[in-house]
């Protein structure tokens, strides 16, 4: 297991951020399962995607994850899986490299502790250490005012994009977009 980042509030509790593989499939689906299960807010294609594969299809799809180039990270606390965050990168020959953030959830026991801090300089630290990759672009769904102000901490700015009014709907929900640069 490579450990990318620890917190420790006592002795008895510990969190850890560290990539998934597929071994980490159930814990990865129960958690999936509970941001779609929620409801509250709209959820990105690629993790609607991850629940309906079911528990045997998301460890297929972490073991191509892995082989592609695509991040997903966990956060631990001990043993249980309490956040997690992917990144996809693309190329574009206008824009260079970008991360494309997505899949962001932290259980809400959680929220407010490093759990989340801890996953985003997962993500952050690896696109810094990318000489290729110039931003992050992260969805918001439209009304997930927490979620646009945790973004917004970690130095996302809202895009102004130039068609369909700003905000793209898909067939999970409208979403903003916001971005960041790496460096």
Known sequence: MVEIGRWSQDSQSSLQVRRLSEHDASAYYALRGRLVEGGVHAVEPQVRGEVEAGADGIATRLAEYLAHGTYVW???????????????????????????????????RYRGTPASRLLMDAVVGLCAMDSTTSQILAACAVGNDAGRRFLQRFGFEPMTLLIRGGSIHGQGGTFDFLRRPVS
């Open 74 to 108: 966990g956060a631990f606390d001990g043993n249980v899986l309490v956040g997690a965050a992917a990144l996809s990168r693309e190329y574009h020959v206008s824009y260079g490299g970008i991360g494309v953030l997505w899949g962001v959830y932290v259980l809400p």
